[in-house]
Structure formats: C-alpha cells, structure tokens
C-alpha cells in the first residue's frame, strides 16, 4: 500500500467531512469554533475511510448516503478524543500535533464541543434520510433505503454507547485506580474491544448496512474489524513504547509513566508484534471471504488493514 493512496483517500474524506462541519456563526460561536478545530487539528481519517471501501466493497453508490455516516463517524471519534484529553480524564495537552480542545479553548468548551459534536454526528447522520429519491425509484425501494439508514443509525448508536466505546472508556477509568496487577488480560480484552474496536468495527458494519449487506455480512464484518480494531490498538500500545513525539503528535512513553498495565506489559513487545500480525492476517482472511473482496475497493480495504501492522503513527 502506498502511502500516497491512503493520503489521497484522506484529502477526499476531509473534503467530504468539511460538507457538514458547522457554520461559525450566531451566539454558539466559541463551541463551533472549538467543534471545527478539534476536527481541523489532523487525524488519520481510518474509520471513515474503513466505512467508505466498504460501502463501496458492496456495491454502495449513493454519496449523499454514505458522506453524512462518514462524517457523524469522525465527530463521534473526535469527541471522544475532546473527551479524553480533558484533564478529568488523560489531562492531555497536545493532540494531533496541535493543542488538545481545552487546552485550546478552555475546559468548559472542551467538554462542551465533545459533547456537541455527539449530538451533531446525529443531526448529521439523520440527514442520509433527505436522499432525494431518483425518479425511476418505487416506493418500496425507498422503503428499503430508508431501512438501511434506520440500520446504520442502531448500529452507530449502539457501538459508541455504553455497549461499546463509552463502555470501553468506563472500564479504563478505572482500571486506572487499580493496583497494576489486578489488571488482567480479561480486562484489558474488554477495554480494547469496546473502546477501540467497537467505532473500527462499526464503521465497517455501517459501511456494509447502507450498501444492502445481509445480517451475516454484516455480522462477519463485525467480527474483521473486531480483530482489526484489537490489532490497532495493540499497535498503539506498542507505539507508546517504540515511537516518537514528533511522528506521533503527543508525547510517548504514557503508560509507563503512569505505571499503566498494557497488552504490551502483559505478553511483552515481541509477543504484542506478533499477534497484531496474527489478528491483521486473520481479518483479511475474513475480508476474502466477503463478496466484493476482489473490487477495487476490497483490496485496498485488506492493504489498509495490512498498513496498520507497520503504522507509525
Ligand atoms: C471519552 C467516551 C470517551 C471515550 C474515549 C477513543 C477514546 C475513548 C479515547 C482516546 C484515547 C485512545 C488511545 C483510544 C484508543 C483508540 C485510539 C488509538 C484512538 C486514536 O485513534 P487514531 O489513531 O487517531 O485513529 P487519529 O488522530 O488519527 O484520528
């Protein structure tokens, strides 16, 4: 995989995210402003571009569909970064390279432009129902879109709640309070199905609905980007070991410092690398099962997922 293609594919989805970003305007100003910010800072763009290819992968066509889910996806994923930077939780100032939220705009407004952008993913989302229907289209194929978007938006809503990323979050918190060695792989497991591949997965099941994907495509998906979303944040853990502050845009060595348990403490740094080659090659043996595994949009999705075992950032 090039990394001029993943680029090029980014540049499309922020040209498509900026669709649907908030007018700065009117008495809200300041939190729009933050809102824009933390979505302008940077950010790699993976779920939207996962949801993208698969949408894709399935034969999806209709942008006016599938942009509004890319963009409510990366608002999601943004709030929760606004989130975790607050300093009730990581107390991060830096973020993408640039000043985290509050940092930035002050505390209020952090919590306040995370909290606006979940509920603007929604206002955002819904908007896949306005598709003007061609006028070809009978009332029964409107009738099955609009069951598709009802899918997508149960799904989306279902993986960022307490059933998934917030569920995740809950459980991290505090973990954190505990002594490191009561901290199993059990619990580990549990946080990084739920924090981290509970948006990977749902991006790609949201991707798969909106195309007209079977309930066992879709729950096949489910169970790929649950290994890819493990894979990715194993990947993360180990980055907080090996890599660097400039590349990363946040400083390394974390979890150390904070006396964190980890994948990583836990099977240590060579068994970590291998099982994000093991959990990598085992989601793009599911992918190849998948129809539409062979368009143009599969492969590239299986060279993404490839891409994330040499990531460096
Ligand atoms: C506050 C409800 C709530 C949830 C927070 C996502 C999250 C849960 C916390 C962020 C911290 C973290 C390390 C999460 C694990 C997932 C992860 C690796 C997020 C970073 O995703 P990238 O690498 O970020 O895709 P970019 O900046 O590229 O979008």
Same mark, same amino acid.
């Given at each position: 995989m090039t990394s001029d293609k993943i680029?090029?594919?980014?540049?499309?989805?922020?040209?498509?995210?900026? +669709? $649907?970003?908030?007018?700065?305007?009117?008495?809200?100003?300041?939190?729009?402003?933050? %809102?824009? $910010?933390?979505?302008? #800072?940077?950010?790699? /763009?993976?779920?939207? %571009?996962? %949801?993208?290819?698969? $949408?894709? %992968?399935?034969?999806?066509d209709t942008d006016a569909v599938i942009h509004p889910f890319m963009a409510a996806m990366e608002m999601i994923h943004t709030y929760s970064l606004c989130h975790d930077d607050l300093p009730a939780m990581d107390n991060d100032l830096m973020r993408r390279g640039k000043k985290s939220t509050h940092a930035e705009f002050g505390e209020a407004m952090g919590i306040l432009a995370g909290d606006a952008l979940l509920n603007y993913a929604f206002e955002t989302a819904i908007?896949?129902?306005?598709? #003007?229907?061609?006028?070809? @289209?009978?009332?029964?194929? !409107?009738?099955?879109?609009?069951? /598709?978007?009802?899918r997508a938006l149960r799904i989306l809503?279902? +993986?960022?709640?307490?059933y998934g990323m917030i569920g995740g979050q809950v459980a991290d918190v505090e973990a954190e309070d505990k002594d490191p &060695?009561?901290?199993?792989m059990d619990t580990i497991k549990y946080i990084h199905e739920n924090k981290t591949a509970a948006m990977i997965e749902s991006s790609m099941m949201i991707g798969a609905a909106l195309a007209g994907a079977s309930e066992e495509e879709v729950a096949e998906l489910e169970r790929a980007g649950s290994d890819v979303g493990?894979?990715?944040?194993i990947a993360d853990d180990i980055l907080d070991v090996t890599g660097d502050d400039a590349t990363l845009g946040k400083p390394v060595g974390s979890d150390e410092k904070n006396?964190?348990?980890?994948? #990583?403490?836990?099977?240590?740094? @060579?068994?970590a690398k291998n099982d994000v080659r093991s959990l990598s090659e085992r989601a793009? &043996? +599911?992918?190849?099962?998948? !129809?539409? &595994?062979?368009?143009?949009?599969?492969?590239?999705? +299986?060279?993404?997922? @490839?891409?994330?075992? @040499?990531r460096d950032r």
């Open positions: 680029r090029e594919k980014a540049e499309e989805i922020d040209r498509i995210i900026n +669709k $649907y970003l908030p007018k700065e305007e009117g008495q809200a100003l300041t939190v729009m402003k933050a %809102m824009n $910010y933390s979505i302008h #800072v940077g950010g790699k /763009r993976l779920r939207p %571009m996962l %949801m993208m290819e698969t $949408y894709r %992968m399935f034969g999806g908007r896949a129902f306005d598709v #003007v229907p061609g006028s070809g @289209e009978s009332d029964a194929e !409107r009738l099955a879109m609009a069951m /598709r978007v009802s809503a279902k +993986k960022a709640g307490i &060695s009561e901290v199993t493990l894979a990715f944040q006396g964190k348990t980890t994948y #990583v403490t836990l099977v240590g740094l @060579e068994q793009v &043996s +599911k992918l190849e099962r998948l !129809r539409g &595994s062979d368009t143009e949009s599969g492969r590239f999705l +299986k060279e993404l997922i @490839e891409s994330l075992i @040499e």
